[in-house]
């Protein structure tokens, strides 16, 4: 049972005869999966897992659906596939999506629950593979509907150059927000035309920078049922101040996250927080301009403090027993060691898998790419993007308006965070 | 040709074969324009959101939500007066650069040229560029305002300028076009009436301007005024590429409003009844301007 693509490569005779245990592969007819992702860049490592995928499990195709921009428009494909039964078998949906995702399928029935399949693969395959914060991340209302496949969670990248010149050491990132701050100061004292930090909450693509900021310092956006705001409190306030200080201290200006990006690859900020799945895209703006450095997310509180963690998880939709049964076997090797080394490789983005890091996949690679590294230091400190529920995304845009006139100076930080938590709560409600 | 007596058979038999004629058309109207609308004032009653299964019917309180909404009165605001900005500079300013180019023989396909590159330029690439220009930092524009004596205005991030910015990029795209529109319009005045004109008096171009010229161009001018509105009143794509509606809200405009509600909230009702009454306002506009040019415009 060949497929035309196989014999055409002439590698499906001999990897079926060779690696197949002969029961599977008596038991398998062919089947063809179809499969969505988001990010067409994402195709750079999509294809190759799937190739690999194939190498290893010749009975099943990976058929991949046009890509689509970002997180937002795949999960509104998907709601228009649920409802014209055209869902794909695997997708790959935004953490920040995903409780919506899967509460809106899961009450059509659109959607497997990973938990025992899972089960099945044995007592302990999955404390092998993953943490159990990283699968946390794949969990909605309890229920395991996705299999983490990339993380990532901010980490900051910075100028050496210009750190050296206000005095400060390129080989010691402050690990402390006041340490950031000073050092911010220090540069733009020394570089007037620079800015020493930006923080680019006010233009971010969404509110996972600013939930990182409330999250270092021990502060949560929500309580553990996801229904009452909860960072009106010190935390939260500490958050708002420090977006205050790096306009007043640090000479940050109010500019799109773009134009931010184009202005620190040419030396015009000492320091940037974004994502490490950008690295490469940063390291290629950069150029040889200057040697480009990255560090963790500095976290204010030891003990609670974390990074909200962007990227997607894979989520099975397909609706018969064999699709669902060859959508696993892709869904496991996707989050397995060799297809995290390839996104890694790719990205910048951390590994999913805990075998990922060992010295066969990927421990060689973090030693010759130290800028790669940071995100993978911060691993352990991953807490789950915090979700508002079917308003998300107006949330952010009403919490970004009010972070602007904070950090304009047009709210004080205590007012500012009064009405963030107010209007977050009413937006929650509302229809 | 005397009209046939209504009832004969005859007279019945063209007006079948004209019904069966005329079907596919108003078919065609039925199903891609007229069905379509009639859904979308149906969403527009509903609370309904993109995947969800169960629909209620709310009446009007989409409506009177919106009203209420400081989002969708800061939106309305902006978009009139961006319209307001755009409408006229881009309508005299099109006319204005005609006249010029229309008087250059040897030179004129060359400035046809250059005000037309705007136009068969992609907005959302011209975009990028001018996100580069507008760069507070790298671009060029901050640093020659700042040597004019302007101080140093960051034009796309300052809340007081961004809305204004926007409007003079639309302008930007809209004069070359119109340029093209009142060309053609200048271009079909019969030389003669000039001659005539100069017979009667008209000695000075500006006579010529207001007795041949500004008349004659009448129907050029009524469509570009309403072509130009409802390109002004749907502006979009810059808001998405260069501003996203910020700082502030300040470039938020009616049709990204409802984008926002339709394809990153989902809420389909509501985006449904806001596009209702984009719908009532551009129908609106074009009707009353038909209206009131209809009757100072001159049909050769």
């Not at chain 1, 969505?36 to 010749?58: D, G, M």
């Not at chain 1, 640090?250 to 690859?265: S, V």
């Not at chain 2, 009203?67 to 961006?82: G, K």
């Amino acid at each position: 049972m060949l497929t035309r693509k196989q014999l055409l490569t002439g590698t499906g005779a001999a990897t079926l005869a060779a690696t197949l245990p002969a029961e599977r592969a008596a038991a398998q007819a062919p089947v063809t999966l179809d499969v969505v992702h988001a990010y067409p860049s994402f195709a750079r490592f999509f294809a190759p897992i799937a190739e690999e995928f194939t190498k290893a499990n010749p009975t099943i195709r990976i058929a991949f659906r046009q890509i689509i921009p970002n997180y937002d428009e795949l999960h509104q494909a998907l709601l228009r596939g649920a409802l014209t039964n055209q869902l794909p078998d695997v997708t790959f949906s935004g953490f920040n999506r995903l409780p919506e995702l899967a509460r809106t399928l899961a009450a059509r029935n659109q959607i497997i629950d990973l938990g025992p399949l899972i089960a099945a693969e044995g007592a302990t395959w999955a404390s092998e593979n993953f943490s159990p914060r990283m699968l946390a991340l794949g969990k909605v209302d309890g229920t395991q509907f996705g299999m983490p496949f990339n993380a990532s969670s901010p980490i900051a990248y910075y100028n050496p150059e210009l750190v050296a010149r206000a005095g400060g050491d390129p080989d010691a990132f402050p690990d402390s927000w006041d340490g950031v701050i000073a050092l911010g100061a220090r540069i733009k004292r020394a570089a007037p035309n620079a800015m020493g930090v930006s923080y680019y909450i006010n233009s971010f693509d969404s509110d996972w920078l600013f939930q990182a900021l409330v999250q270092q310092g021990g502060g949560r956006m929500l309580s553990a049922d996801g229904k009452t705001v909860t960072f009106g409190d010190a935390a939260g306030l500490a958050a708002v101040r420090l977006a205050r200080r790096f306009v007043t201290e640090c000479g940050m200006e109010l500019i799109g996250a773009d134009q931010n990006r184009q202005q620190f690859a040419t030396g015009g900020i000492g320091i940037i927080f974004d994502s490490p799945a950008r690295l490469s895209v940063i390291t290629g703006l950069v150029g040889g301009r200057f040697p480009l450095r990255t560090s963790p997310f500095p976290i204010t509180d030891k003990q609670n403090g974390g990074v909200p963690t962007g990227g997607n998880a894979a989520v099975i939709m397909a609706r018969d027993e064999a699709k669902r049964r060859a959508a696993w076997e892709y869904v496991k090797f996707s989050a397995g060691p060799l297809a995290q080394k390839i996104a890694v490789e790719m990205t910048g983005y951390l590994p999913t898998n805990l075998r990922a890091a060992g010295p066969e996949f990927l421990g060689s690679y973090y030693q010759q790419n130290p800028n790669a590294r940071s995100a993978a230091l911060q691993a352990d400190r991953s807490l789950p993007w915090e979700d508002y529920g079917a308003n998300g995304p107006r949330i952010h845009r009403a919490q970004q308006e009010i972070l602007t006139s904070i950090m304009r100076g047009d709210l004080t930080p205590e007012a500012g965070l009064a009405r963030l938590v107010e209007q977050t709560t009413a937006l929650m409600r509302a229809a | 040709m005397s009209p046939r007596a209504p009832g004969s058979p005859q007279a019945r038999t063209e007006a079948r074969w004209g019904a069966i004629f005329a079907a596919p058309a108003l078919l065609l109207i039925v199903v891609i324009l007229l069905a379509p609308l009639a859904v979308l004032v149906a969403l527009s009653a509903t609370d309904y959101r993109l995947g969800a299964i169960a629909v209620r019917m709310i009446g009007l309180d989409n409506y009177a939500a919106m009203f209420a909404d400081p989002v969708f009165q800061r939106s309305l605001r902006n978009t009139f007066l961006y319209v307001a900005f755009v409408l006229p500079v881009a309508v005299f300013g099109g006319l204005g650069v005609a006249l010029l180019v229309h008087a250059r023989i040897r030179t004129r396909t060359i400035y046809e040229v250059i005000y037309f590159l705007p136009v068969t330029s992609t907005l959302v690439a011209m975009a990028t560029v001018w996100q580069f220009m507008l760069h507070p930092t790298l671009g060029p524009v901050t640093p020659l305002l700042a040597d004019l004596g302007f101080g140093r205005i960051d034009l796309l991030n300052d809340p007081d300028f961004a809305l204004g910015t926007l409007a003079l990029i639309g302008i930007w795209q809209l004069i070359g076009f119109n340029m093209v529109l009142f060309l053609a319009g200048l271009s079909a005045i019969p030389r003669e009436l000039y001659e005539a004109a100069a017979l009667d008096g008209a000695r000075y171009g500006a006579d010529r301007f207001l007795r041949v010229t500004w008349p004659l161009l009448g129907p050029t001018t009524m469509f570009v005024t309403v072509t130009s509105t409802v390109t002004a009143f749907k502006v979009f794509d810059t808001v998405v590429v260069l501003t996203r509606g910020g700082p502030l809200g300040s470039t938020e405009t009616l049709l990204y409003i409802l984008y926002l509600e339709g394809f990153q909230y989902f809420r389909m009702g509501y985006a449904a009844a806001m596009t209702v009454v984009l719908l009532v306002f551009l129908a609106g506009l074009s009707i009353l301007q038909a209206r009131v040019l209809e009757r100072k415009v001159h049909y050769a």
